[in-house]
């Protein structure tokens, strides 16, 4: 109901008059509070009804509670379900006037009239006032043992209502017990079904507190409850078969006959016209055929054709919650929907969030007798009016071409897409060729010509710029005139703002140079030199180890940065299998649609600060689907540049105190290496604010702007991996050494938190990414800073703080 | 739990809320200011029906001017919360005489507050068959000036109507029985009564579902389709077929881009169905680019004009006969822009139609039976029609 606080958000222009019309609605209900007279009703009804549309629209009517509560005495039906309404809005923030009503309630819950009793008993369970618990208890055990089915129906609610108020007050009346009592033997199904649902969430709050919470949740999935229900299945309304569908899932059945049993007894409920219905019906039987591989993959034909119905009918929101579902099978098992690939083709006027899904299926449905007829559909996409799926479209291409082992006339399609001069297109088609590239070398000859063609000032995109620049520096033999673009690239170096582009620029310019040497030696030089002066930490290790062992020795640097690369088989899968099954169990949940299991989002303790949470992911620099498995990243840039390992050394070495030294040899190349600024002398004591504030927007801000001050990784005791089961244990830690936590996330053995310190009287923050895996008890830490110069002796301070976690 | 739902919002387009019920304590009130602040007023809107901000889930759906959102803690059944939605708005037209927008629930809410309270308690959904709730619903509902009140007059006799779905009209409970040709429930028929099923036409369906009152055991073991019918108009099943569907139009478009300001268009649409029979209400929509500036038309049946609005040639055709295929071909000049050529991608023609007396399935009624106990004589209509759905054509 409207709080109270929407007034003040908009306060209504006729506030003062509202005020006098106030007390003018107050004085008639004082006028008609006593009076009996005829036709009084109706005057009462139409103040009553004023009143109801001044608090709907946010005004505070709270004032005339005292007046409300002497109109209720009436036996005019619909002045008391106003003034129910009434009570019920104003009784939480008006706890003592909310005494007053009780009265009138409680008499009212003896009323002749069922429907009364029932609304009375509603009302009063609705207060939500927590002194006024005792007053419950001896309504609603009545209201349980009524006559009426009604009122059964909403004393039950009215139990779980009393469990939210007061736990103890509602299990010491021994309410659960009745509750089952009824669940079991009652008549009327909506009244069963009620009291399932409070069962269900009145044991699974207790879990943690009472011995024998465990076994009563344990006692409503067994086998005689589970019978008792399935047999008056189709009595119940199609919201309780939902309800109790949900919990024949989690049943487990003795033995095969019994599965069959209940497939058999459920299957009709696949043909019901209420969607959700179906979708819990699919539910029951993807869980109780999982370990009977054979059925199960029965299971996913029979499922078929009434999720395939369901897609295509309802409204849009309805259409997207089944499709999420169906996409999830289509994942788990892409070749029972090969034959349907049809269903899932894109309508023109379907919404953005239900032709991303169908494209996804599309993909992962292609297989050798399909391939044709679904690209020639996504190629129809890549014209769409809709640039964010025309692109999804054309990944899709690059994806089944990736998948398939006919690859010929796909990529002629997408090199066509090179050719479209769009340049959205023209990136994402980018981008795919290189990934074919990657996977299929033998197609390099066709895709080079194409590419060569392309004029890197028409391409603008980090991404898309990346892979050209990676074709160039890999084909660069083939490219007539690779060096030259790579050096007018070079020359470009400080308009270049993405450090991915940049990276690989460094690569591919030392690539061409072991190919072309005399061609790129000018320009190898501006690189490494523009590298090493580099603002962004990667960047400028990355310049500084070319350089470096470019100088050791050139032939070992070729065998280092360009070795002959096998083919790639296999992309790396963004989602971990387990999590796939975790989600998998929460089937016809959130789960499903959000794609990740329920932990992720439900518990509060996984979800960080509120507001923050979703953003997590995106907050790790670009990728925006590496927030689960953060060590799957690292893989794919091992593959992508094979120089990780190497790398991680480098980057170790120079973060600790060898920065100096590296700069003191001299330039092997003879190419001017300008001088850099020595470290900074180490710093005083570095003091931080126990107390330091910052929101999560400014976090994510300066997390953006910021540049990366050091980047190391650090071991992590045993002590310290046993004590981090979760991620508050770290949070309090740290927090007891004036590191605050801001975000976290992931589960072992990955964990991922962003903290944040303040430097003591100043508002010096310093902003840190961790990334904790426990398996192998090491730490990955990214600081940014505000004042860079003091970010090695805020770094040393957190690794100590670091090391000092789970030590005693 | 299928939907344990916190709170839910009747919001206008421009957020204001017009009637909102809290059913759980465990999501704050300050939630619908989260909803217009992360999905109001950002690009957000539209992209997805279901986002997760701040720990909470908002479930939101917007019907004619008005947004719904369901507000959830817990991880919910989302079909069922959307269902949920679909459901109670139904529910809300039958009282509203119709209609479900912003002023139709400013006139109402004594009566949406009372059907909240009854449709659902504390998050669960209760009951929202219409016959149980005339019994504790007291408020009637106020319809707009222009809509007329339906008669309550016993009209005893029985309209099946099948267009892509069935609509029942009966009066009384009676029992009722309705047989198809579809290939299942004839093979179980010849089976039953062992004799060869008979030739002609059977349709395979891909899929069916009912409507609840519909006995699904019977319809399991006998495969005809049996129900005690609800007051009112209903829909009784839904069947889906991929194989041999009918299309009762073939639509023949040539778009030709003469330069960069001028279009030619003709479309040759064919009706292929029987010459006796009718379509009815026929119109096709084409997509021109949105500088059109002048348009001319020749056309040899209905009539046609260009629709600024919605970028599109409007062909109306009241009465098309089958076996018959008029034409338009338009002229279409086009502002010449200054800035880059946008190429312009092609939407599809959409077309829209009713076909009575024709089923695009091929599905017919073979028999309906109706046992009616209190004796009066029932009138048995069946009806076909064939109603475009979402009809387009790729030029």
Redesign the interface.
Known sequence: ???P??SQ??PSPSQPSGKSELSDLKLQLRKFAGSRAPGVDDSKRELF?KV??YM???IDVSSLFGEMVMCSATSD??LK??CY?YVGNYAKVNPDLALLTINFLQRDCHDQDP?IRGLAL?SLCSL?VANLVEYLVGPLGSGLKDSNS?VR??AV?GV??LY?ISASTCIDADFPSMLKHLMLNDSDT?VV??CL?AL??IWSAEASRSEEAPREREALISKPVIYYLLNRI?EF???AQ??VL?LITKYVPSDSSEIFDIMNLL???L??????V???TVKVFLQLTLSMTDVHQQVYERIK??L??LV???????S???L??LHLLVMRAPYVFSSDY?HFYC???E???VKRLKLEMLTAVANESNTYEIVTELC?YA???DIPIARESIRAVGKIALQQYDVNAIVDRLLQFLEMD?DYVTADALVLVKDLLRKYPQWSHDCIAVVGNISSKNVQEPKAKAALIWMLGEYSQDMQDAPYILESLIENWDEEHSAEVRLHLLTAVMKCFFKRPPETQSALGAALAAGVADFHQDVHDRALFYHRILRYNVSVAERVVNPPKQAVSVFADTQSSEIKDRIFE?F????V??QKP?YM??D?EH?GP??F??ELGNLSIGEAEDNVVPSQRVEENDKDLLLTTAEKEETRGSTGHSQQASFGIDDLLGLGMPAVPDAPPSPPQLKLNAKAALDPSTFQQKWRQLPVALSQELSLSPQAIAALTAPQALLRHMQSHSIHCIASGGQSPNFKFFFFAQKYKESSNYLVECIINTSSAKAQVKIKADDQSTSQAFSTLFESALSKFGIP | MPVAASAIYFLNLRGDVLVNRLYRDDVGGNMVDAFRMHIMQTKELGTCPVRHIGGCSFFYMRISNVYIVIVVSSNANVACAFKFVVEAVALFKSYFGGSFDEDAIRNNFVLIYELLDEIMDFGYPQNLSPEMLKLYITQEGVRSPFSSKPSDKPVPNATLQVTDSYEVLPFGMPDLKLGLNDKIGLEKESQLKSRPAKSGKTIELDDVTFHQCVNLTRFNSEKTVSFVPPDGEFELMKYRITEGVNLPFRVLPTIKELGRTRMEVNVKVKSVFGAKMFALGVVIKIPVPKQTAKTSFQVTSGRAKYQASIDCLVWKIRKFPGQTEPTLSAEVELISTMAEKKSWTRPPIQMEFQVPMFTASGLRVRFLKVWEKSGYNTVEWVRYITKAGSYEIRC
């Open positions: 109901m409207a709080p606080a929407q958000r908009s009804k109801i549309s709907t629209i946010g039906i619909v379900k106003m309404l429907m509603r939500r009604y129906m909403v609610i779980l209502k939210h909506q079904a009620n649902s269900q969430e189709k309304s199609e919201w939902c309800l949900e299957e009709d409920r043909q019901h016209a209420n969607g959700a179906v979708l819990a054709a009434p395939l119905t295509s009918s309802g409204s849009p929101e309805q997207y919650a089944v999420s579902h049809k309508q023109y006027n919404p953005s969030y129809e014209a769409n009016v769009k929460e016809n949940s959130l789960s649609l959000y329920s989002f439900i509060k979800r509120p507001e949470a979703d």
